[in-house]
T-cell receptor, first 114, second 116 residues
Framework: AQSVTQPDIHITVSEGASLELRCNYS??????LFWYVQSPGQGLQLLLK??????LVQGIKGFEAEFKRSQSSFNLRKPSVHWSDAAEYFC????????????FGGGTRVLVKP | NAGVMQNPRHLVRRRGQEARLRCSPM?????VYWYRQLPEEGLKFMVY????????ESGMPKERFSAEFPKEGPSILRIQQVVRGDSAAYFC??????????????FGDGTRLSIL
């Protein structure tokens, strides 16, 4: 069965500083990987996805993520955060063999200091 | 708005009542998924449906919960005889149909269910 771990529950970062959110997955084959962002009281918005090909993927809002098979990781990065990036971020994994359902990590809540 | 539409946004029920949550997928999407999010937790998969078919209900509690996606109309998640532990945010997502490929899922804003 697939699983996702987001080791950091909370991260506080200063506005303008860089941000990296960790995601580790467990799955036997090449997974389909996603990052979503959730603002308070809202649904989830897709930031980016990885299926195959270039292991560095670009997403919306200036985010990027790098797939590292050897480390079973799919970390999310942003070079310079804005106050509007304060939200909760979820990493998710899917696999055709498991149907289309997504397995989510527990999330990382990002706080942005002025 | 061509996104996933869920209603109601907030639903309050007393213990023992029934809760019905509705979800209209994005235009052109034929797959619907329901997830539950407990406070301070990630989303947990409940059920995956296509029109008139339940594809995977492995995450659905065996009792009191049911889901449908009829030929016409929205998908419905139904919780009978609600208990306090059912209080959560319920999210619906939809995706395109592509065999052998996990499509990105697009989420609605959720229904916050509160049980008194």
């Amino acid at each position: 069965a697939q699983s996702v771990t987001q080791p950091d529950i909370h991260i506080t970062v200063s506005e303008g500083a860089s941000l990296e959110l960790r995601c580790n997955y467990s799955y036997g084959a090449t997974p389909y990987l996603f990052w979503y962002v959730q603002s308070p009281g809202q649904g989830l918005q897709l930031l980016l996805k990885y299926f195959s090909g270039d292991t560095l993927v670009q997403g919306i809002k200036g985010f990027e993520a790098e797939f590292k098979r050897s480390q079973s990781s799919f970390n999310l990065r942003k070079p310079s955060v804005h106050w509007s990036d304060a939200a909760e971020y979820f990493c998710a994994v899917g696999a055709p063999a498991a149907g289309n359902k997504l397995t989510f990590g527990g999330g990382t809540r990002v706080l942005v200091k002025p | 708005n061509a996104g996933v539409m869920q209603n109601p946004r907030h639903l309050v029920r007393r213990r023992g009542q029934e809760a019905r949550l509705r979800c209209s997928p994005m235009k052109g999407h034929s797959h619907v998924y329901w997830y539950r999010q407990l406070p301070e937790e990630g989303l947990k998969f409940m059920v995956y449906l296509q029109k008139e078919n339940i594809i995977d209900e492995s995450g659905m509690p065996k009792e009191r919960f049911s889901a449908e996606f009829p030929k016409e109309g929205p998908s419905i998640l139904r919780i009978q005889q609600v208990v306090r532990g059912d209080s959560a945010a319920y999210f619906c997502a939809s995706s395109l149909d592509r065999q052998g490929i996990v499509q990105p899922q697009h989420f609605g804003d959720g229904t916050r269910l509160s049980i008194l």
